[in-house]
C-alpha cells in the first residue's frame, strides 16, 4: 500500500476517535514508519498517538522521531513516563537524544532515570562530543576465552533478547582486555564442546574511547564490520559501536564536508526547519571572506589597466576573455579539489601520496591544457577576429590557468590536512577565489611580455 494511503487511513482512525484501530494499525508498521507518521502531528495529537502505542515498542519509535518531536513528548508527558521511556531505551539511544536537547530538559530527563542508567549516561556524556566513547553502547555480549559453544549459546539465550546486537561475540581475559571476536554464524557451525578462544579471531579490530567518529567510520567501511569494538587506554572493553550509528555518523561527516564545500558553516538543523536568520548567518561570514579576498582581483585588474585600455581592437578583445579564462580556472580547480578530498575522506590518498598526486594532476592540466589552448587560439583568431599575437596570449594564458589551477586543486586539500584543518575547506569557492587572482596576473604578465604594452 502506498504510504500516502496509509497515512491517510490512520489520520481518519485518529480524527474519529477509534483508537483500538489505530493502535492495531500502527503495529502493522514498523518503528520507522510510526515515527516518520507522528512527524506530521501537531503536540496534541502526537501525545496522544504515543500514548496509544504499546509500551514494548514506545522507546523504539521514540529513538526514531526528530529531536524536535522527541523533546515536544518529554515536556508533556509525566515523570513516570520518561522514566519508563529511558528505561526502555538503548544507552546509545539515550545519550544521543539528550545531547541535543536543551540543560532544563536534560536535568528533568536524568531526575526521573533509573539512578544506575543515570550514573552511565552521566558517565557516557563526559566522552567528548563526536569521540567514539560518546557513541558506543554497553548493550552488548562478551564472553571469556575458556567458555564453550554450548556455554556462550545459554547466554545468548538468556541475555541477548536486551541487547542492541548479537552478531558478533566479543571475547575478553580476566582483566577484561579484549583478546578476539567471534562471528555468531562461525559459532553456530562449531560443535558444542568447541572452545570459544579456539575459534576466535585473534585480531580483533577496535578503537578507543577517545577516538574521531570519522576514523570510526573509516575502519567499519574499510572492514565492512556490523559493529566495531571500543577499548579503553588500557585495552579494555568497555563497549561497541553500531552499524545503524556509523551510518549516522557517515551522512553527518557528509554533510558537513559538502557544506563546508559550498562555503557555508555547519548546521545540524533540518533546511525548512531552521529561521531565515540563522541560514543568513552561516552563509555571511565566508561571502564576506570572499568579497574581502575579491578586492585584491580587483586591484589587479587597476594596476594592469594600460593592457585593458591597448588600442584598436586588442584591449577589448583581452577584457572579453577575462570572464572565460576566470571561469574555467576555477572550475579546473574545483575538479581536481573535489576528486582528492574525496580520495582524503576514504582513505585512498594520504600525505605520503602528495607527490604522486600533484604528478597525476600536472599531466592531467598539460592534456587539458592543450586542449583548451588549442580551441581557445582558434577561436579568438578565426571567430573574433584577433591577431596571431593576442590569440596566443589568451591560450597561453588558459594554459597557465588550469595548471596552476589543477595544482592548487591538489595541493590546498592535502595542506589543509596537513595542518590539522578539513580538507573540505579548501573546495571549490576558496580555490575559485584564489585561481582567479592567480590567472589575472598571469594573464597580464603574459600579455605585456608577448604584446609589448
Known sequence: MEWEAIEKRL???????RHGELRGAMMMLNEVDIAQYMETLDRDKLLLVFRILPKDISADVFSYMSNEQKQTLIESIGDNEIRSLIDDMFLDDAVDFLEELPAGVVKRVLQNADPEKRNLINQFLRYPENSAGSLMTIEYLEFRGEDTVRQ????IRREGLDKETIYTLYIIDEGRHLIGTLPLRKMILASEDTVLSNIMDRNPVSVHTTDDQEKVAELVRHYDLYAIPVVDKEDRLVGIITADD???????ETTEDFEKMAALTPSDDEYLKTPVFKLALNRIPWLLLMAVIAIFTGMIITSYEDVLSASGSVGIILTACIPMLMDTGGNCGSQSSTLIIRGLSLGQITLKDFFKALWK???VAILVGTVLFAFTFFRVHFINGADWGVSFVVGAALFCTIALAKALGCAMPMLAKKLGLDPALMASPMITTIVDM????????IAKAVLKI
Open 438 to 445: 592567480s590567472s589575472l596576473f598571469i594573464y597580464f604578465t
Open 152 to 155: 556462550a549459546m545459554d547466554i
Open 246 to 252: 556509523i551510518m549516522d555518523v557517515i551522512e553527518e
Open 11 to 17: 489520520n481518519t482512525l485518529l480524527e474519529n476517535g
Open 361 to 363: 594532476e600536472f599531466r
